[in-house]
């Protein structure tokens, strides 16, 4: 059974930084994409970023402009989210994911977790 558990959320005031983690596991985890969304309340699911197998490429939202670096470790089977310079916009769940094949649509990714909330004061 796949499971994917994020960490790592909690409240910061903007401009702060956090780290989210997804640890995974029943998956052959260096076979998948692994990627990001985030849902803030009210609106759609939305991409963050996602990496490719072994480093080989990565996507990232039009909103990142450079603040969120995705990267993995795949003798952990995790998957992180390094996130500077947050903004109240950036206030969501965050949801892993793992996909077969790069891609920014939420309807490609094959398995989630639960979603770790992160909020962003001003």
């Known amino acids: 059974q796949v499971q994917l558990v994020e960490s790592g959320g909690g409240s910061v005031q903007a401009g702060g930084s956090l780290r989210l983690s997804c640890a995974a596991s029943?998956?052959?985890?260096?076979?998948?994409?692994m990627g990001w969304f985030r849902q803030a309340p009210g609106k759609e699911r939305e991409f963050v970023a996602q990496?490719?197998?072994?480093?080989?490429?990565?996507l990232y939202g039009d909103f990142v402009n450079g603040r969120f670096t995705i990267s993995r470790d795949n003798a952990k089977n995790t998957v992180y989210l390094q996130m500077d310079a947050l903004v109240p916009e950036d206030t969501a769940v965050y949801y892993c994911?793992?996909?077969?094949?790069?891609?920014?649509?939420?309807?490609?990714?094959?398995?989630w977790g639960q979603g770790t909330q992160v909020t962003v004061s001003s």
């Open positions: 994911a793992a996909a077969p094949f790069l891609t920014r649509r939420a309807t490609d990714y094959k398995s």
């Open positions: 990496m490719a197998l072994s480093d080989r490429g990565t």
């Open positions: 029943g998956i052959s985890f260096s076979s998948y994409y």
